[in-house]
Every structure is written in structure tokens, then in C-alpha cells.
């Protein structure tokens, strides 16, 4: 049975169930408690805040296929783009190869004509074969954490413009006589470079698995072994997974490189003075 002493004590709880102490120092503030209106507002708000977030998340919804849309029309503009470049450069290449054979007809010396295909051949815009090696080198694979079984985003052994560098000029001190990357010609004017995560050589995408073929001297691939390049990327298969690797290849033919366009220095034209005739000049 309940005492009715502890009947008074639940009643006064449910009756006020705001300590006094707080009640008085509220009042004293000129704040008096209004917890109702606090939960009003509070719920106010979240509506408010629900509703901003439908609002975006409609606007995102109905972006999207407009978004995916241009992006499609983009690559398939590059893509078509790329196409007629490789179309051009084909039709380029075969001109080419019809004006050079019209030249040597029209040489009667028939010493000047190979000292023309010579020539070609050492600045890189004339067609050469022979024994060589050819290098590959590839991204290593994405890493993938243990734990959460996601590809993590720092690949350190994805392939760089420099490490193509490196291998081109660790051929050329090796004795290597043309160089091609990917069959792009390499010539005294070409360049390696990135543009946008891209490698581009002589302005031209390259992708991985990256080949760089070289023809020269019979011990060609044994001098670039010892180089101390092809000993800083066999520690790369090691440290980083990157693939890399150095094979000998016979009856190699490397295409020639498209022939850069002609500068000429003139002499500047004299300009009339502006101080008259007869003046001071500085």
C-alpha cells in the first residue's frame, strides 16, 4: 500500500516538473521558460532543413543526365578527333614516303640519294630497321587496403613522363641509334612531357603499357642492363610492383618522325628614325 506521503511527493513531480531553483533564476533573467515553443521551433527547423536538402537532391538528380550526356559528346568528340589525326597522319606518312622515292629517281648520283637516306635516318625522319631491344614498362596495379578492401588512391608506381625520360636517354648513352616510344619517332627537337595525366610524346597521347624500342649496336641490351636507369627501375619492380622489362628484337623497324617545319633567320629591316635629321641621338 502507498504511504500518502510518497502519493504528495509524485503529484508535486508531475504538477512542476521544473527544479524551483531554475524557475526562480529564469525569472529573475526575464526569461521565462517556454519549452513548448523551444520544441516548435526546434522542429520547425528541421523541416526547413529536410526540405532544402529534397530540394537539392531533386536538382542534382535532374543534372545528372545532362552532365553524363556532355561528358559522353566530349569523349566521343576527342575520340573522333583522334581518329582523323591518325587518319592524317597516315595519308601524311605515305606522301612522304612517294616524295622520297621520287627524289632518289630523279638523283642520277646515286651517292647523294643514300647520303639522303642517311641523313634522314639521324635526324629521326627517315625510316630504319635492324637489331635493337625494346623496353616495356608499365603502372604497377592499384593497391587495394586489406581492411576495407577499397583501391587506394596514391599509386606510386604509376608511370611518369620523366621515367620515359630517363629510359630514352639511358638508351642513347647506352649506343642506341633511333629511338620510338609507343612508335612515336623520337628526333633532336622531340619532347616527353604530361599534360592533364597524360603522356604525350611530339604532342601525341601515349597510354600504358608504355614500349620503348631502340635500334643499335649488337650489345645494346647488355649495356643498358649495367646502365645505372635500367638498375633504378628493376628496384621500382621491387619497392613499387611497377613492370618493367628489357628484351633484344630482331628486324626492328622504326617509322620516321614527321619533319618539323622549317625556321628562317632574317635580317630586321631598318626601321626610319624618329629624331630628325641632323638632331641629337641617345
Do not use: C
Not at 604532342?203 to 647488355?222: M, N
Amino acid at each position: 500500500m502507498t504511504s500518502p506521503r510518497r502519493d504528495d511527493l509524485l503529484g508535486e513531480l508531475f504538477r512542476n516538473p521544473l527544479d524551483p531553483g531554475y524557475a526562480a533564476a529564469a525569472a529573475r533573467r526575464g526569461d521565462a521558460p517556454a519549452p513548448r515553443s523551444g520544441r516548435w521551433l526546434t522542429a520547425v527547423a528541421m523541416l526547413a532543413i529536410g526540405f532544402l536538402l529534397a530540394v537539392a537532391y531533386h536538382q542534382v538528380v535532374q543534372a545528372a543526365p545532362g552532365t553524363s550526356k556532355a561528358r559522353d559528346d566530349l569523349v566521343a568528340d576527342v575520340r573522333a578527333r583522334q581518329k582523323t589525326a591518325d587518319d592524317l597522319q597516315r595519308r601524311a606518312a605515305d606522301l612522304r614516303a612517294q616524295v622520297d622515292r621520287a627524289r632518289d629517281d630523279a638523283l642520277a648520283d646515286g651517292d647523294s640519294a643514300a647520303r639522303l637516306r642517311d641523313l634522314a635516318a639521324g635526324t629521326g625522319t627517315g625510316k630504319v630497321t635492324g637489331d635493337g631491344v625494346a623496353v616495356r614498362i608499365a603502372d604497377a596495379p592499384p593497391q587495394v587496403d586489406p581492411v576495407t578492401g577499397r583501391t587506394q588512391d596514391e599509386n606510386l608506381g604509376v608511370v611518369l613522363d620523366r621515367d620515359l625520360q630517363d629510359i630514352a636517354n639511358g638508351l642513347w648513352q647506352s649506343g642506341a641509334e633511333a629511338i620510338a616510344v609507343n612508335g612515336q619517332r623520337l628526333t633532336a627537337t622531340g619532347t616527353i612531357r604530361a599534360a592533364g595525366g597524360v603522356i604525350l610524346v611530339d604532342f601525341r597521347p601515349v597510354t600504358s603499357p608504355y614500349e620503348v624500342t631502340a635500334i643499335g649496336p649488337p650489345d645494346l641490351a647488355e649495356q643498358f642492363n649495367a646502365s645505372a636507369t635500367a638498375k633504378r627501375f628493376t628496384r621500382y619492380v621491387d619497392e613499387y610492383r611497377m613492370q618493367f622489362g628489357v628484351k633484344k628484337r630482331s628486324n626492328l623497324a622504326l617509322a620516321g618522325a614527321a619533319e618539323p617545319p622549317l625556321r628562317y633567320a632574317r635580317t630586321p629591316a631598318p626601321t626610319p628614325s624618329s629624331t630628325p635629321s641632323g638632331g641629337p641621338t641617345r
